[in-house]
């Protein structure tokens, strides 16, 4: 089944895609000192869930200020 861009829904604003490149992005402006492929690894490691890969990526932001 493909992924219907018209349909936005609780669903998809809780999980990341990591292949769609705009959910990328929007990640890595939200923490622009961590590169992209550190949000996708973010992401393999700790799955599609938003909430745990901001609150990961949160972590990292807590090393870096």
Known sequence: MTDNKQQKGAQDRTTVNR?????????HQKYPWLSHQTVKEAVDKYGPN????EAQ???????HN
């Open 57 to 63: 990526l949160g972590r990292l932001t807590t090393t």
């Open 50 to 53: 938003r909430n745990k890969v």
């Open 19 to 27: 292949r769609e490149s705009f959910e990328v992005e929007y990640l």
